[in-house]
């Protein structure tokens, strides 16, 4: 959340940077003014509460007064209670005017960096830069989609998941869970060896931890919510947030700082809001795993770690040699805490697109002014306070990225293993051989010659070809 003297002209801040930066995430801009107003109601019930403090002590020394010189104070002490009942009904009233600010606070988004594309449409995103391996070129091939790779490894069972579980429902078996967990295994110590502490938080959050990390509309889009003797906890949709709250209440110095975490977790997501989007295969489920990176820093370091982590998470994607693409994300579509975010899109080569595996953010001390995370001396002025600033970036949504390395990967015969996974696998396999056919009706098989006319065999080898194509593009791809 912002700080709330920031939209007090006389308190220092300047309401017309916050105006501007709503203006920029296509959010009202009103709702700057109604904090102000807001903010002075408050102010105006706390002033009046303190001023009846001041008159109850004066009240006090009379009555101490007509006490010592013998005389009536009755009328006084009537007096002094009925200013008490009419503090304590300003107090009550200031700290309900306090929570509606707050709660006001909160739906405006952080600052938005003066770098970001201004658009409310993030087909306009900008591509800062694009990277493939050398003789690899990004474009649609005739190959098999990722789940349709996975069905030919025996790697899933996808309608048995949804039987189970219902929509996007799925079980990874065999060699789906070997290269899920080498996925996991390779990213945690490719993070170990930038300087991560590895660490995997609890699945869920009390909701007065979650509500100061996550916005709003997440808790009914986005997160499962469990009840647990009354109390409500939420599932959490990727380890930042709890990792955010870790040290809620805290306050850290400079010499602990930058703090960096690589989280691992499973996650879990309602989709609410992608009804229909990405619906076959593993690239959007309701629970998947993530390795995720999280620092903690000082606030005049994080924008040069903003630049570290995209970098990080670009290295990561080279050494499995997928190409893709980093974006700058409109301003329209950051969410709240983000002041600046960056995807990184890899390339798909049956979907003939690329699409996002990594999302890199500042959030700079929007999460923790409201964890209370602070830092530097404690003899700072207190209506001024500094936070350490708070970044997060995926490096593998592990579904996602088995997604683009099966399409990538693909042959006839099966799928050339990524040279940094090997290790991971038991037997260290360079290459992991097709077991099943395709059924008839598969996604590549559509648009393709009527299946009634074409023998089981010829199904087959059509199924290949596609997948021959990407072994040709990918001959020049060092694993």
């Known amino acids: 959340m912002l700080d709330v003297l920031d939209f007090i002209a006389d308190k220092g801040g300047n309401p ?10 296509y959010a009202p801009e009103e709702a700057v ?18 001023q009846i403090g001041k008159e109850i002590n004066t009240t006090q020394k009379e009555i101490g007064l007509k006490k010592r010189a013998k005389e009536d104070a009755a009328e006084l002490l009537q007096k002094k209670v009925d200013l008490e009942k009419r503090k304590k009904e300003l107090e009550e009233s200031a700290r309900d005017k306090e929570a509606v600010l707050v709660k006001k ?14 658009n409310n449409n993030e087909d306009n995103n900008a591509v800062i830069r694009t990277w493939a391996p050398t003789g690899i070129k990004a474009e649609k091939l005739e190959c098999l989609s990722h789940h349709e790779v996975m069905m030919r490894l025996d790697a899933c069972e996808f309608e048995r ?10 079980f990874l078996r065999g060699v789906g869970v070997r290269l899920n967990q080498a996925l996991i295994n390779y990213g945690l110590e490719f993070l170990a060896s930038k300087g991560y502490t590895e660490i995997q938080p609890p ?3 009390l909701k007065q931890y979650m509500s100061k990390t996550a916005q709003l509309e997440q808790f009914d889009e986005e997160l499962y919510k469990v009840s647990d003797g009354g109390e409500d906890k939420y599932l959490i949709a990727t380890s930042e947030q709890p990792i955010s709250a870790l040290h809620a209440g805290e306050w850290l110095q400079e010499k602990e700082l930058p703090i960096k975490y690589a989280g691992y977790s499973t996650c879990f997501r309602k989709e609410a809001g992608a009804h229909g989007k990405d619906a076959w295969g ?4 309701h629970q998947f795993e993530k390795v995720e990176q999280f620092l903690i820093t000082e606030p005049e370091k994080s924008w040069e770690a903003f630049d570290d982590m995209i970098a990080v998470s670009e290295e990561f994607y080279k050494s499995l040699g997928l190409p893709y693409q980093v974006v700058a994300i409109v301003s329209g579509a950051l969410n709240n805490a983000a002041a600046k975010k960056f995807d990184l899109e890899a390339w798909f080569p049956y979907q003939g697109e690329y699409k996002e595996l990594v999302s890199c953010s500042n959030c700079t001390d929007y999460q923790s002014r409201a964890l209370e995370i602070r830092c530097g001396t404690k003899t700072q002025d207190p209506a001024r306070k500094k936070y350490v600033h708070a970044l997060n970036s995926t490096l593998a949504a592990t579904g996602r990225a088995l997604c683009c390395v099966l399409e990538n990967y693909q042959t006839k015969e099966g799928l050339k293993v990524p040279e940094p996974l090997r290790k991971y696998i038991p037997g260290a396999p360079e290459f992991i051989e097709y077991t099943k056919e395709l059924p008839k009706d598969t996604t590549s098989q559509k648009g393709k010659a009527k299946p009634d006319k074409l023998s089981k065999a010829q199904i087959g080898a059509g199924s290949g070809a596609g997948a021959g194509a990407t072994t040709e593009k990918m001959a020049g791809l060092k694993v």
């Open 161 to 170: 998941g949804v039987k189970i579980v219902g929509h996007r429902g799925y």
């Open 203 to 205: 699945f869920f959050m």
């Open 33 to 50: 003014d109604e904090v102000i107003a807001l903010y002075e109601d408050h102010r105006k019930t706390n002033y009046e509460g303190t």
């Open 105 to 118: 606070i909160r739906t405006i988004g952080n600052i938005v960096h003066d770098s970001v594309p201004v």
């Open 16 to 25: 017309q940077r916050i105006r501007e930066s709503q203006k920029r995430r």
């Open 282 to 285: 593993l690239f959007r489920t």
